[in-house]
């Protein structure tokens, strides 16, 4: 894995062999590619893989940046 500048990848991520990874993921994502994706997203409750739709045009410098906010906000709360 190649990483460029700071990020962070949500517990339980799997990423692929010989990713550029530039930005952060959530948690339960596999990614891959150059630059990577998230390719599909595990949800614990159905125990299911899920496909992820691709982000839209224009928004893929920071891919699914949002989600990532989203849940350090949720595990934040948790530990207060």
């Known amino acids: 894995m190649f990483t460029k500048g700071e990020l962070i990848l949500g517990h339980n991520s799997v990423v692929?062999?010989?990713a550029l990874v530039t930005g952060s993921f959530p948690p339960y994502s596999a990614i891959g590619g150059k630059p990577a994706r998230m390719v599909q997203q595990y949800n614990p409750i159905t125990k299911k893989w899920l496909p992820v739709s691709k982000?839209?045009?224009g928004d893929e410098s920071a891919p699914h940046e949002h989600q990532v906010?989203?849940?350090h906000d949720a595990e934040d709360r948790k530990t207060e």
Do not use: E
């Open 16 to 18: 692929g062999v010989n």
């Open 55 to 57: 982000p839209p045009v």
């Open 69 to 71: 906010r989203q849940l």
